[in-house]
Each structure stands twice: as C-alpha cells, then as structure tokens.
C-alpha cells in the first residue's frame, strides 16, 4: 500500500473512493428488499399512531374481509382529531383540513402524510381481527417496498459519502503535515489521499459483508473506522511511513 501511494492520478482516485463507497451501500438494497415488516414510527408517526389506535382495531376486527378485500364496505370515520383522521371511503369533505389520512377502500387504501399520498393494497402478512396495526403498515410497505427502498439508499448513502470524506480527509490531511521535517517520505496530499484510500479497501469489504449478514450503518461505519485505524497501524509499523526495499516489507 506504501509502496504504491503515488500510483493513481486524482480520476483514479475518485473512481476509488466511488467504488469504496458504493461497496459500503450493498447492504442497503439488499436489506430492504427482504424485509417483511417495517417500523412506520420514525417516518410517518401520526400514521403508524391511527394505525395502532384502539378504533381502528375494533373496525377492523368488525369489519367482513376475505380475499385481500372488504366486503359490504361503507362510509365510516374510525378515528378523528384536528389534523389526523382515518376511516373507510372517507370524502374529500372529510379529508379537508387534515394532514395525517389512512383512508380504507374495498380492494386497497391511501395513506396521505408529509405533503404525498401513497396508495397501497392489502396483504395477508398480519392477522387484521388481532393485529390491525401489523395489518395495515406491512400492506403498506409491500406496495412501496421500491420507493422505500430507494429512499433510504439515498438517504444513508449521503451519510455513508459524507462519513467517508471526513474519514478519507481527516487521515489524509494527517498523513500529508507528517511529511514535514521528513518525519514520513510522503511528498503530496495526493500521495496522502491514495494511501488512505488504500488502507481503507480492507475495512470497506469487511464492512460490506457485516452489512449482508446483520444491517446497521452504525455498525458498518464503525467497522470500517476501526479497521482503517488498524491498517493505518499496521502499515506504519511495516513502513514508518519512509520508503525502503520491497523485500523488506514481506
């Protein structure tokens, strides 16, 4: 890694850091794509609180549903506050003035929160007479598995980015004011950037696969901080950061 810290130019450079970080955001698709339940709670809170009301359980477990589908389906208002309401075909005299809606139809539903309505069909994940609140969400995340999914890859990928920059710079910066009184032979920031990019390939791949079996950004962002420190020891005490015969690194 030491040896060949000048051997990319500032293209390949970025292409690097590209493929590291898009290394780092395997796990997010992949995860979201095999879920089969989501926690509604920290996106669409008002939501996920009609849903789990007491008065929605008990229309639900009134109401007659067979097939994915209610039967006999007709205008009722579950739950109601000045900016949340949900019920089964509500109106739009109903909806008027209401922020927060979950409104029931016969063959599917729309949920309406944080200025975007979302249309969703049943599914048969929960029992809806004992958990209508299960019911309800999983329907919900089935039917935009896709969008969510793509949500949360651009979401954390932004913060994946914005970690691996500080984490890229930081080391850099460090590394390249070490070339002052010739503590280190590293000659240029570039040099620095290469190196550190380098270092970081290890803890990028190991991060990846952790990610795979058991996702957490927390938990993928910290092992590859942790392995970085590591390799960056490892390969001082291989090198002290000064060039010396190849033989003498193996």
Do not use: C
């Not at 949340?84 to 139809?105: E, S, W």
């Not at 599914?123 to 809806?128: D, K, Q, T, W």
């Not at 919900?140 to 932004?158: C, D, E, H, P, R």
Request: charged letters at 10%; aromatic letters at 12%; a positive charge.
């Amino acid at each position: 890694m030491f040896v060949n810290r000048a051997k990319y130019n500032w293209f390949q450079i970025i292409v690097l850091f590209i493929f590291l970080t898009a290394v780092m955001l395997m796990p997010i698709p992949f995860y979201y794509n095999h879920q089969t339940n989501f926690n509604l709670e920290p996106f669409l809170p008002q939501v996920n609180k009609m849903a789990a009301s007491s008065s929605m359980q008990t229309a639900l477990k009134d109401a007659s549903y067979s097939g994915q589908s209610f039967t006999n389906v007709k205008h009722q208002i579950i739950t109601q506050n000045k900016t949340n309401i949900a019920g089964f075909n509500l109106t739009a005299a109903d909806m008027a003035g209401h922020k927060n809606v979950i409104n029931l139809h016969a063959n599917n539903f729309e949920v309406k929160s944080v200025g975007s309505t979302f249309n969703a069909r049943y599914v048969n994940n929960h029992n809806l007479k004992t958990n209508a609140h299960g019911f309800i969400v999983d329907s919900w995340y089935q039917s935009n598995k896709v969008m969510i999914g793509l949500f949360m890859l651009l979401t954390l990928g932004l913060i994946i980015v914005g970690v691996n920059l500080i984490l890229v710079n930081g080391a850099a910066v460090f590394l390249f004011l070490s070339r002052h009184n010739r503590i280190t032979h590293i000659n240029n920031y570039r040099e620095a950037v290469n190196l550190t990019l380098e270092m970081m390939g290890i803890g990028s791949l190991l991060a990846m696969v952790i990610g795979l079996i058991h996702f957490d950004v927390t938990i993928e962002l910290t092992v590859q901080s942790l392995s970085l420190a590591f390799v960056v020891l490892w390969v001082y005490l291989k090198t002290k950061f000064k060039d010396v015969d190849k033989a003498d690194l193996m």
